[in-house]
Protein backbone atom coordinates (compact mmCIF):
# COMPACT_ATOMS: atom_id res chain seq x y z
CA UNK A 1 0.00 0.00 0.00
CA UNK A 2 2.99 2.38 0.92
CA UNK A 3 4.50 1.69 -2.03
CA UNK A 4 1.77 1.78 -3.95
CA UNK A 5 1.11 5.24 -3.10
CA UNK A 6 4.47 6.22 -3.10
CA UNK A 7 4.17 5.50 -7.28
CA UNK A 8 0.59 7.50 -7.34
CA UNK A 9 2.62 10.36 -5.21
CA UNK A 10 5.19 10.91 -7.33
CA UNK A 11 3.31 10.29 -10.09
CA UNK A 12 1.42 12.81 -9.41
CA UNK A 13 3.86 15.25 -9.00
CA UNK A 14 4.95 15.29 -13.02
CA UNK A 15 1.20 14.79 -13.83
CA UNK A 16 -0.40 17.98 -12.09
CA UNK A 17 -0.80 17.36 -8.46
CA UNK A 18 -3.67 14.63 -9.12
CA UNK A 19 -5.08 13.93 -5.53
CA UNK A 20 -8.18 11.72 -6.35
CA UNK A 21 -6.76 9.04 -4.52
CA UNK A 22 -6.83 11.09 -0.72
CA UNK A 23 -10.08 12.88 -0.02
CA UNK A 24 -10.14 16.50 -0.24
CA UNK A 25 -10.23 18.83 2.70
CA UNK A 26 -13.82 19.93 3.66
CA UNK A 27 -15.42 23.39 3.17
CA UNK A 28 -15.52 24.17 6.85
CA UNK A 29 -12.86 23.47 9.23
CA UNK A 30 -13.80 24.25 12.93
CA UNK A 31 -10.09 24.04 14.83
CA UNK A 32 -10.07 24.94 18.34
CA UNK A 33 -7.83 27.64 18.98
CA UNK A 34 -5.12 25.63 20.56
CA UNK A 35 -1.87 27.94 21.32
CA UNK A 36 0.23 24.95 20.89
CA UNK A 37 1.59 23.61 17.48
CA UNK A 38 -1.51 21.24 16.04
CA UNK A 39 -0.89 17.95 15.79
CA UNK A 40 0.86 17.04 12.59
CA UNK A 41 -0.88 13.24 13.11
CA UNK A 42 -4.05 13.88 13.14
CA UNK A 43 -6.60 13.81 10.02
CA UNK A 44 -8.36 17.46 10.00
CA UNK A 45 -11.49 14.57 10.97
CA UNK A 46 -10.05 13.76 14.42
CA UNK A 47 -8.81 10.53 13.21
CA UNK A 48 -4.88 10.03 14.14
CA UNK A 49 -2.69 8.50 12.24
CA UNK A 50 -1.80 4.98 13.06
CA UNK A 51 0.05 3.49 10.10
CA UNK A 52 3.09 4.53 8.13
CA UNK A 53 0.61 4.06 4.80
CA UNK A 54 -1.68 6.99 5.96
CA UNK A 55 1.15 9.65 6.12
CA UNK A 56 1.08 10.47 2.05
CA UNK A 57 -2.71 11.18 2.57
CA UNK A 58 -2.20 13.49 5.76
CA UNK A 59 0.63 15.03 3.64
CA UNK A 60 -2.05 15.89 1.14
CA UNK A 61 -4.39 17.41 3.31
CA UNK A 62 -1.28 19.70 4.66
CA UNK A 63 -0.55 20.56 1.53
CA UNK A 64 -4.25 22.03 0.77
CA UNK A 65 -4.37 23.53 4.31
CA UNK A 66 -1.38 25.75 3.16
CA UNK A 67 -2.59 26.40 -0.15
CA UNK A 68 -6.30 27.27 1.27
CA UNK A 69 -4.77 29.52 4.31
CA UNK A 70 -1.32 30.87 3.41
CA UNK A 71 0.04 30.35 -0.07
CA UNK A 72 -2.85 30.32 -2.33
CA UNK A 73 -3.43 27.97 -4.89
CA UNK A 74 -1.10 26.09 -6.77
CA UNK A 75 -1.96 24.76 -10.39
CA UNK A 76 -1.54 21.69 -12.06
CA UNK A 77 1.17 20.89 -13.83
CA UNK A 78 0.66 22.60 -17.30
CA UNK A 79 -0.67 21.03 -20.66
CA UNK A 80 2.79 21.39 -22.01
CA UNK A 81 6.42 22.43 -21.56
CA UNK A 82 9.25 22.69 -24.04
CA UNK A 83 12.28 23.81 -23.51
CA UNK A 84 16.23 24.49 -25.21
CA UNK A 85 19.48 25.24 -23.96
CA UNK A 86 21.37 28.49 -25.64
CA UNK A 87 24.56 29.31 -24.81
CA UNK A 88 24.14 28.90 -20.72
CA UNK A 89 20.27 29.94 -20.60
CA UNK A 90 17.97 27.45 -20.63
CA UNK A 91 14.44 28.98 -22.54
CA UNK A 92 11.12 27.48 -20.98
CA UNK A 93 8.06 27.54 -22.43
CA UNK A 94 4.99 26.76 -20.83
CA UNK A 95 1.46 26.60 -22.29
CA UNK A 96 -1.71 26.29 -20.13
CA UNK A 97 -5.49 26.85 -20.91
CA UNK A 98 -4.58 28.08 -24.23
CA UNK A 99 -2.20 30.61 -22.94
CA UNK A 100 1.49 30.87 -23.49
CA UNK A 101 4.62 32.35 -21.25
CA UNK A 102 8.33 31.74 -21.54
CA UNK A 103 11.19 32.27 -18.91
CA UNK A 104 14.62 31.34 -18.72
CA UNK A 105 17.13 30.56 -16.11
CA UNK A 106 21.03 30.80 -16.29
CA UNK A 107 22.99 27.59 -15.92
CA UNK A 108 26.22 27.96 -14.49
CA UNK A 109 28.44 24.56 -15.21
CA UNK A 110 30.66 23.11 -12.19
CA UNK A 111 34.52 23.02 -12.99
CA UNK A 112 34.87 19.93 -11.82
CA UNK A 113 33.44 16.13 -12.23
CA UNK A 114 31.13 15.05 -15.01
CA UNK A 115 28.03 15.62 -17.06
CA UNK A 116 25.26 15.05 -15.71
CA UNK A 117 26.04 17.29 -13.38
CA UNK A 118 24.02 18.06 -9.61
CA UNK A 119 22.74 21.58 -9.80
CA UNK A 120 21.24 23.87 -7.11
CA UNK A 121 18.37 26.08 -8.21
CA UNK A 122 19.20 29.77 -6.21
CA UNK A 123 16.68 32.39 -6.31
CA UNK A 124 18.17 35.32 -7.27
CA UNK A 125 22.00 33.70 -6.98
CA UNK A 126 23.37 31.63 -3.93
CA UNK A 127 24.73 32.83 -0.87
CA UNK A 128 26.04 29.73 0.39
CA UNK A 129 29.20 28.63 -1.20
CA UNK A 130 28.35 26.20 -3.79
CA UNK A 131 31.13 23.65 -4.33
CA UNK A 132 32.59 23.15 -7.73
CA UNK A 133 31.40 19.84 -8.43
CA UNK A 134 27.67 21.37 -8.66
CA UNK A 135 25.98 23.46 -11.09
CA UNK A 136 24.71 26.79 -10.15
CA UNK A 137 21.22 27.50 -11.81
CA UNK A 138 20.24 31.29 -11.15
CA UNK A 139 16.03 31.47 -10.82
CA UNK A 140 15.17 35.56 -10.80
CA UNK A 141 11.91 34.15 -9.27
CA UNK A 142 10.88 38.15 -8.96
CA UNK A 143 10.44 37.56 -12.29
CA UNK A 144 8.01 34.81 -11.67
CA UNK A 145 6.11 36.58 -9.24
CA UNK A 146 7.15 40.27 -8.46
CA UNK A 147 8.25 41.08 -5.13
CA UNK A 148 6.44 44.50 -5.54
CA UNK A 149 2.76 44.43 -6.97
CA UNK A 150 0.70 41.71 -6.82
CA UNK A 151 -0.71 39.63 -9.84
CA UNK A 152 2.48 40.39 -11.46
CA UNK A 153 4.86 38.12 -13.03
CA UNK A 154 5.54 35.39 -15.93
CA UNK A 155 2.86 33.41 -13.42
CA UNK A 156 0.42 35.75 -13.60
CA UNK A 157 0.79 35.93 -17.60
CA UNK A 158 -0.18 32.63 -17.64
CA UNK A 159 -3.04 32.00 -14.61
CA UNK A 160 -4.48 35.73 -14.23
CA UNK A 161 -3.34 38.59 -12.33
CA UNK A 162 -6.51 38.01 -10.31
CA UNK A 163 -4.73 34.22 -9.37
CA UNK A 164 -5.31 34.00 -5.45
CA UNK A 165 -1.68 32.81 -5.70
CA UNK A 166 1.09 34.93 -3.58
CA UNK A 167 4.55 35.37 -5.10
CA UNK A 168 6.23 32.32 -3.03
CA UNK A 169 3.91 29.48 -4.31
CA UNK A 170 3.85 31.07 -7.68
CA UNK A 171 7.87 31.06 -7.99
CA UNK A 172 7.52 27.16 -6.75
CA UNK A 173 5.59 26.75 -9.54
CA UNK A 174 8.04 28.05 -11.74
CA UNK A 175 11.10 25.36 -10.07
CA UNK A 176 8.55 22.31 -10.77
CA UNK A 177 8.49 24.06 -14.67
CA UNK A 178 12.64 23.96 -14.22
CA UNK A 179 12.21 20.56 -13.42
CA UNK A 180 10.08 19.48 -16.18
CA UNK A 181 12.78 21.44 -18.27
CA UNK A 182 15.91 19.50 -16.69
CA UNK A 183 13.93 16.28 -17.65
CA UNK A 184 13.44 16.96 -21.22
CA UNK A 185 16.65 18.86 -22.22
CA UNK A 186 19.84 16.02 -22.10
CA UNK A 187 21.56 19.58 -23.07
CA UNK A 188 21.70 20.92 -20.08
CA UNK A 189 23.81 18.68 -18.72
CA UNK A 190 22.05 18.13 -15.28
CA UNK A 191 20.72 15.00 -13.78
CA UNK A 192 17.41 16.20 -12.43
CA UNK A 193 17.47 13.31 -9.75
CA UNK A 194 19.81 14.99 -8.26
CA UNK A 195 18.90 19.01 -7.91
CA UNK A 196 18.90 21.20 -4.85
CA UNK A 197 17.23 24.75 -4.14
CA UNK A 198 18.50 27.76 -1.64
CA UNK A 199 17.58 31.24 -1.37
CA UNK A 200 18.24 33.84 1.72
CA UNK A 201 16.45 35.84 3.49
CA UNK A 202 12.87 36.32 1.94
CA UNK A 203 14.40 33.49 -0.64
CA UNK A 204 15.12 31.38 2.25
CA UNK A 205 11.18 31.51 2.55
CA UNK A 206 10.72 30.86 -1.20
CA UNK A 207 13.10 28.31 -1.37
CA UNK A 208 11.87 26.11 2.06
CA UNK A 209 7.85 26.63 0.06
CA UNK A 210 9.47 25.22 -3.07
CA UNK A 211 11.07 22.28 -1.65
CA UNK A 212 8.18 21.66 0.37
CA UNK A 213 5.72 21.14 -2.11
CA UNK A 214 7.64 20.22 -5.30
CA UNK A 215 8.84 16.76 -4.36
CA UNK A 216 11.14 16.22 -7.36
CA UNK A 217 13.93 18.98 -5.33
CA UNK A 218 16.18 16.83 -3.66
CA UNK A 219 17.71 19.00 -1.46
CA UNK A 220 16.50 22.46 -0.06
CA UNK A 221 18.99 24.54 2.00
CA UNK A 222 16.89 27.23 3.12
CA UNK A 223 18.91 30.46 4.45
CA UNK A 224 18.19 33.10 6.94
CA UNK A 225 14.45 32.97 6.13
CA UNK A 226 13.26 33.21 9.85
CA UNK A 227 9.58 33.05 9.84
CA UNK A 228 7.03 30.98 7.20
CA UNK A 229 10.70 29.04 6.54
CA UNK A 230 12.48 27.76 9.90
CA UNK A 231 10.02 29.55 12.39
CA UNK A 232 6.01 29.32 13.74
CA UNK A 233 3.31 31.66 13.32
CA UNK A 234 2.15 30.94 17.13
CA UNK A 235 6.09 31.64 18.58
CA UNK A 236 6.02 34.89 16.82
CA UNK A 237 3.28 36.08 18.23
CA UNK A 238 4.17 35.67 21.38
CA UNK A 239 7.91 36.78 21.16
CA UNK A 240 6.41 39.76 20.05
CA UNK A 241 3.91 40.34 22.28
CA UNK A 242 6.81 39.81 25.07
CA UNK A 243 8.47 42.85 23.53
CA UNK A 244 10.97 41.79 20.63
CA UNK A 245 10.16 42.69 17.40
CA UNK A 246 9.85 39.88 14.98
CA UNK A 247 8.53 39.11 12.30
CA UNK A 248 4.73 37.97 12.63
CA UNK A 249 1.75 36.75 10.37
CA UNK A 250 -0.08 40.09 11.30
CA UNK A 251 2.75 41.86 9.94
CA UNK A 252 4.09 40.03 7.11
CA UNK A 253 0.62 40.44 5.19
CA UNK A 254 1.00 44.47 4.75
CA UNK A 255 2.70 46.10 1.79
CA UNK A 256 4.61 42.25 0.77
CA UNK A 257 2.71 40.01 -2.06
CA UNK A 258 4.35 36.75 -0.64
CA UNK A 259 1.30 35.43 0.46
CA UNK A 260 -2.11 34.67 -0.74
CA UNK A 261 -4.95 36.97 -1.08
CA UNK A 262 -6.58 35.29 1.80
CA UNK A 263 -3.96 34.85 4.45
CA UNK A 264 -4.95 38.34 5.51
CA UNK A 265 -8.28 36.88 6.77
CA UNK A 266 -6.31 34.65 9.36
CA UNK A 267 -3.41 36.80 10.78
CA UNK A 268 -5.03 38.07 14.05
CA UNK A 269 -6.40 34.81 15.20
CA UNK A 270 -2.92 32.32 14.45
CA UNK A 271 -4.19 29.85 17.22
CA UNK A 272 -6.90 28.66 15.55
CA UNK A 273 -4.94 28.11 12.58
CA UNK A 274 -5.74 24.10 12.05
CA UNK A 275 -1.66 24.24 10.73
CA UNK A 276 1.68 25.96 11.40
CA UNK A 277 4.78 26.23 9.76
CA UNK A 278 6.19 23.06 11.86
CA UNK A 279 4.11 21.09 8.99
CA UNK A 280 5.78 22.97 5.86
CA UNK A 281 8.94 20.96 7.22
CA UNK A 282 6.97 17.63 7.77
CA UNK A 283 6.50 18.15 4.00
CA UNK A 284 9.80 16.94 3.22
CA UNK A 285 9.45 13.47 5.48
CA UNK A 286 7.66 11.68 2.28
CA UNK A 287 9.34 11.07 -0.17
CA UNK A 288 12.22 11.79 2.11
CA UNK A 289 14.28 14.72 0.43
CA UNK A 290 16.99 16.31 2.47
CA UNK A 291 16.44 19.95 4.06
CA UNK A 292 19.06 21.95 6.18
CA UNK A 293 17.85 24.66 8.01
CA UNK A 294 20.46 27.34 8.05
CA UNK A 295 19.46 30.27 10.60
CA UNK A 296 21.12 33.03 12.62
CA UNK A 297 20.71 33.63 16.21
CA UNK A 298 21.89 37.09 16.26
CA UNK A 299 19.41 38.60 14.47
CA UNK A 300 15.58 38.78 16.39
CA UNK A 301 13.68 39.95 13.72
CA UNK A 302 13.85 36.32 12.01
CA UNK A 303 12.84 34.92 15.22
CA UNK A 304 16.05 32.33 16.89
CA UNK A 305 13.31 30.95 19.55
CA UNK A 306 10.67 30.38 16.84
CA UNK A 307 13.03 28.92 14.50
CA UNK A 308 14.31 26.46 16.66
CA UNK A 309 11.31 25.15 18.39
CA UNK A 310 9.40 24.88 15.41
CA UNK A 311 11.98 22.93 13.39
CA UNK A 312 12.07 20.32 16.28
CA UNK A 313 8.39 19.94 16.45
CA UNK A 314 8.90 19.69 12.43
CA UNK A 315 11.30 16.80 12.73
CA UNK A 316 9.15 14.47 15.25
CA UNK A 317 7.17 13.66 11.52
CA UNK A 318 10.62 12.29 9.95
CA UNK A 319 10.84 10.93 13.50
CA UNK A 320 7.88 8.55 13.17
CA UNK A 321 8.74 7.88 9.37
CA UNK A 322 12.28 7.27 10.45
CA UNK A 323 14.17 9.95 8.74
CA UNK A 324 15.15 11.85 10.84
CA UNK A 325 18.52 12.51 9.87
CA UNK A 326 17.42 13.73 6.41
CA UNK A 327 16.34 17.16 8.16
CA UNK A 328 19.22 19.11 9.78
CA UNK A 329 18.99 22.19 11.83
CA UNK A 330 21.92 24.58 11.98
CA UNK A 331 21.72 28.06 14.13
CA UNK A 332 24.28 30.46 14.32
CA UNK A 333 25.30 33.90 15.80
CA UNK A 334 27.46 36.16 13.05
CA UNK A 335 26.54 39.92 12.19
CA UNK A 336 26.14 40.03 8.89
CA UNK A 337 22.62 38.69 7.50
CA UNK A 338 23.03 36.24 4.34
CA UNK A 339 26.66 35.87 5.34
CA UNK A 340 27.97 31.87 5.75
CA UNK A 341 30.08 31.62 8.52
CA UNK A 342 32.69 29.04 8.56
CA UNK A 343 31.07 27.21 11.45
CA UNK A 344 28.41 25.73 9.65
CA UNK A 345 30.59 24.41 6.62
CA UNK A 346 30.58 20.79 8.09
CA UNK A 347 26.87 20.65 7.60
CA UNK A 348 26.53 22.53 4.28
CA UNK A 349 29.00 20.10 3.07
CA UNK A 350 27.90 16.73 4.56
CA UNK A 351 24.26 17.71 3.27
CA UNK A 352 25.41 18.38 -0.15
CA UNK A 353 28.00 15.00 -0.49
CA UNK A 354 24.76 12.74 0.65
CA UNK A 355 21.84 14.42 -1.18
CA UNK A 356 23.78 16.03 -4.67
CA UNK A 357 26.56 13.76 -5.01
CA UNK A 358 25.57 10.62 -4.14
CA UNK A 359 28.20 10.24 -1.51
CA UNK A 360 27.90 8.29 2.04
CA UNK A 361 27.82 11.50 3.99
CA UNK A 362 26.54 11.53 7.72
CA UNK A 363 23.64 14.61 8.21
CA UNK A 364 23.10 14.00 11.84
CA UNK A 365 23.07 18.18 12.43
CA UNK A 366 21.15 19.05 15.12
CA UNK A 367 22.88 22.71 16.21
CA UNK A 368 22.20 26.44 17.85
CA UNK A 369 24.57 28.56 19.54
CA UNK A 370 21.23 30.26 21.33
CA UNK A 371 21.20 29.95 24.90
CA UNK A 372 17.45 29.58 25.82
CA UNK A 373 15.78 27.11 27.33
CA UNK A 374 14.30 24.40 25.41
CA UNK A 375 11.13 22.79 26.24
CA UNK A 376 9.32 21.04 23.98
CA UNK A 377 6.38 20.67 25.80
CA UNK A 378 5.97 24.48 26.03
CA UNK A 379 4.27 24.07 22.56
CA UNK A 380 4.11 20.38 21.56
CA UNK A 381 1.62 18.28 23.84
CA UNK A 382 1.21 15.79 21.30
CA UNK A 383 3.30 12.59 21.17
CA UNK A 384 5.69 10.41 17.88
CA UNK A 385 2.99 7.52 17.24
CA UNK A 386 4.80 4.61 16.27
CA UNK A 387 3.48 4.28 12.17
CA UNK A 388 4.07 0.39 11.65
C1 LIG B 1 -7.00 12.81 -12.11
O1 LIG B 1 -7.15 11.41 -12.28
C2 LIG B 1 -8.45 11.05 -12.69
C3 LIG B 1 -8.54 9.51 -12.68
O2 LIG B 1 -7.40 8.95 -13.27
C4 LIG B 1 -8.76 11.69 -14.05
O3 LIG B 1 -10.06 11.36 -14.45
C5 LIG B 1 -8.65 13.17 -13.93
O4 LIG B 1 -8.81 13.78 -15.18
C6 LIG B 1 -7.29 13.57 -13.38
N1 LIG B 1 -7.26 15.00 -13.11
C7 LIG B 1 -6.24 15.78 -13.43
C8 LIG B 1 -6.37 17.21 -13.05
O5 LIG B 1 -5.24 15.37 -13.98
C1 LIG C 1 -10.21 10.69 8.18
O1 LIG C 1 -9.53 11.12 7.02
C2 LIG C 1 -8.56 10.22 6.53
C3 LIG C 1 -7.85 10.88 5.36
O2 LIG C 1 -8.77 11.34 4.42
C4 LIG C 1 -9.19 8.90 6.16
O3 LIG C 1 -8.21 8.00 5.71
C5 LIG C 1 -9.88 8.34 7.38
O4 LIG C 1 -10.56 7.16 7.03
C6 LIG C 1 -10.87 9.34 7.95
N1 LIG C 1 -11.38 8.82 9.21
C7 LIG C 1 -12.67 8.87 9.51
C8 LIG C 1 -13.05 8.32 10.86
O5 LIG C 1 -13.51 9.36 8.76
C1 LIG D 1 9.15 29.12 -27.30
O1 LIG D 1 8.14 29.83 -27.98
C2 LIG D 1 8.64 30.75 -28.93
C3 LIG D 1 7.47 31.54 -29.44
O2 LIG D 1 6.40 30.70 -29.75
C4 LIG D 1 9.38 29.95 -30.01
O3 LIG D 1 9.93 30.85 -30.95
C5 LIG D 1 10.51 29.18 -29.37
O4 LIG D 1 11.13 28.35 -30.32
C6 LIG D 1 9.98 28.30 -28.24
N1 LIG D 1 11.13 27.76 -27.54
C7 LIG D 1 11.14 26.55 -27.03
C8 LIG D 1 12.36 26.19 -26.27
O5 LIG D 1 10.23 25.74 -27.18
C1 LIG E 1 7.52 35.26 26.95
O1 LIG E 1 7.74 35.64 28.28
C2 LIG E 1 7.39 34.68 29.27
C3 LIG E 1 7.55 35.31 30.63
O2 LIG E 1 8.86 35.76 30.81
C4 LIG E 1 8.29 33.46 29.07
O3 LIG E 1 7.93 32.45 29.99
C5 LIG E 1 8.08 32.92 27.67
O4 LIG E 1 8.98 31.85 27.42
C6 LIG E 1 8.35 34.03 26.64
N1 LIG E 1 8.02 33.50 25.34
C7 LIG E 1 8.86 33.46 24.31
C8 LIG E 1 8.36 32.85 23.06
O5 LIG E 1 9.99 33.91 24.34
Not at 129 to 156: E, H, L, S
Not at 370 to 376: L, V
Amino acid sequence: MFGLLFLLLTAHVTVGQNITDCSTLPADINYAANPKFPDPFLHINGSRLTKRDQWPCRKEEIRQLFQRYSYGKLPPGPASVTASMSGTSLKINVSDGGKTMSFSVSVKLPSAGSAPYSAIIAYGGSSLPIPNTVATITYQNFDMAADNGRGKGKFYELYGSNHNAGGMIAAAWGVDRIMDALEITPDAKIDPKRVGVTGCSRNGKGAMIAGAFVDRIALALPQEGGQSAAGCWRIADEIQANGTKVETARQIVNGDTWFSTDFPKYVNAVPSLPWDNHMLHALYAYPPRGLLIIENTAIDYLGPTSNYHCATAGRKVHEALGVKDYFGFSQYTHSDHCGFPKAQQPELTAFIERFLLSKDAKTEFWKTDGKWPIDEKRWIDWTVPVLP
